[in-house]
């Protein structure tokens, strides 16, 4: 049973580029939220994806945005990038039922961003 | 608004030895869910366990074990008999209940000596 996917592994960009990460959730989750982290610090809530739709956003620019696919598959798009851009990007999946099953949330390895 | 503090950044202890993670939070819901998740050099968070605010009942996995006190808002992680592959760096973290967004500390590096 493959857990969560991500892609591509590692990227480098520079500033003032796009950037198009993407993520296949769990087999049998239908739920995508994303979390950035720093280096040195823990993932900070970006967006949460469910049924096509930005569920729950958290304190971050416009630039970053999302979708999310029939196939319950998900992008994160950052416009503009900054060096400050640069970090860990996770995505984790989870059921969109709201009485979370026992394990909870399942993450991916997660993309490293590096903007110069 | 949600917090969690992880006060301790790193720790080493030699193989072997207990060794004991703290975890503060702070939270206006009445029920919420705590995790720990543990991040190895690969950068997969590793799911280790999920308590429920109501059920304050301590539980033990094989060398591991946890200690949840809503009096003190803490839900603490013990490793027994620490083993080199324990080495990570360890998350502490709460949501809403539900499917709500997950807030994390700061992270515990923990270093086991051979």
């Known amino acids: 049973d493959a857990g969560v996917t991500q892609s591509p592994t590692h990227l480098i960009k520079t500033r003032g580029q796009q950037v198009t990460l993407r993520c296949s959730p769990k087999s049998g989750h239908d739920t995508v939220s994303w979390y950035q982290q720093a280096l040195g610090q823990g993932p900070q809530f970006i967006f949460q994806?469910?049924?096509?739709?930005?569920?729950q956003r958290g304190n971050f620019p416009d630039r970053f945005s999302g979708h999310q696919f029939p196939n319950y598959s998900s992008e994160l798009n950052v416009n503009a990038l900054l060096l400050g851009d640069s970090a860990l990007y996770l995505c984790?999946?989870?059921?969109?039922?709201?009485?979370?099953?026992?394990?909870?949330?399942?993450f991916g390895s997660g993309t490293r961003l590096t903007v110069v | 608004a949600q917090k969690v503090t992880q006060a301790q950044t790193e720790i080493s202890v030699v193989e072997k030895e207990d060794v004991t993670l703290d975890c503060v939070y702070e939270?206006?819901?009445?029920?919420?869910?705590l995790f720990w998740y543990k991040q190895p050099p690969s950068g997969e968070l590793v799911f280790l366990i999920r308590?429920?605010?109501?059920?304050?009942q301590n539980e033990i996995s094989g060398r591991y074990s946890w200690n949840f006190q809503k009096s003190t808002s803490s839900f603490n992680f013990t490793i027994t008999a620490s083993q080199v592959v324990d080495s990570a760096v360890y998350f502490c973290?709460?949501?809403?209940?539900?499917?709500?967004?997950?807030?994390f500390g700061t992270g515990t590096r923990l270093t086991i000596i051979p």
């Open positions: 994806y469910y049924e096509e739709e930005e569920r």
């Open positions: 308590r429920n605010s109501f059920d304050e």
């Open positions: 984790a999946s989870s059921l969109g039922d709201p009485f979370l099953p026992l394990d909870g949330y399942t």
């Open positions: 973290a709460l949501s809403g209940y539900g499917n709500e967004k997950l807030t």
């Open positions: 939270t206006r819901d009445t029920t919420y869910y």
